[in-house]
């Protein structure tokens, strides 16, 4: 079992949509979550971060997290074709603040 | 600076010679990773340095890697005798360490090993 798991899509969901990213991990201990979303040819770019359960919002962004599930997702509101791109899910060790990455899901939000 | 920078942001370089990649972190941030990202494909961990601690090399893909931190702020990754396979785009991230600290990555530096 990977230690975070994501779908890897690719996840295609109309304009004006919710997109619905969820995440996946093994650590039971771990206490930081991250969301980046990366468009091809560049590079990681940071979107939410969340340590507590429950949801925190952030504009057209929330980020979902469940512990005692071990899950943690990333809606999107009212999505729009600019959101299209590859959403990666990070989640800090425990132990020695190590960051590990899935493999992303590729959202493509169609007009 | 105001983020992390990465040089040079591509390199092109003949199989078989060395080649420097070179990350300047945010001012103050700990915490340095190196990745590899080929096309299309997810982040691939190389290092990891969290101020004086022993950095975990455990992603490191052979011995012609290695990468250093002077002075717990810039951070060199060399790449020894490079081969075809080592075409990828190099990120760099820091954060300020410690568990509920958010990482920023550079723009990368895309190498070319013809």
């Known amino acids: 079992q990977k230690e975070v798991e994501q779908n890897s899509g690719p996840l295609s969901v109309p304009e004006g949509a919710i997109a619905s990213l969820n995440c996946t991990y093994s650590d039971r201990v771990s206490q930081s979550f991250f969301w980046y979303r990366q468009y091809s040819g560049k590079s990681p770019e940071l979107i939410m971060s969340i340590y507590s359960n429950g949801d925190k919002e952030d504009g057209r962004f929330t980020a979902q997290l469940n512990k005692a599930s071990q899950y943690v997702s990333l809606l999107i509101r009212d999505s729009q074709p600019s959101d299209s791109a590859t959403y990666l899910c990070?989640?800090?060790?425990?132990?020695?603040?190590?960051?590990?990455w899935g493999a992303g899901t590729k959202l493509i939000i169609k007009p | 600076g105001a983020g992390v920078s990465q040089s040079p942001s591509n390199k092109v370089t003949e199989k078989g010679k060395d080649v420097e990649l070179r990350c300047d972190p945010i001012s103050g941030h700990t915490a340095l990773y190196w990745y590899r990202q080929s096309l299309g494909q997810g982040l691939e961990f190389l290092i990891y340095f969290q101020g004086n601690s022993a950095p975990d090399k455990s992603g490191l893909p052979s011995d012609r890697f290695s990468a250093e931190r002077t002075g717990g702020s810039v951070s060199t990754l060399t790449i020894q005798r490079t081969q075809q396979e080592d075409s990828a785009v190099y990120l760099c991230a820091s954060s300020l360490g410690g568990g509920y600290t958010e990482a920023f990555f550079g723009q990368g530096t895309r190498l070319t090993v013809v």
């Open positions: 990070a989640v800090k060790k425990d132990s020695n603040y190590q960051l590990i």
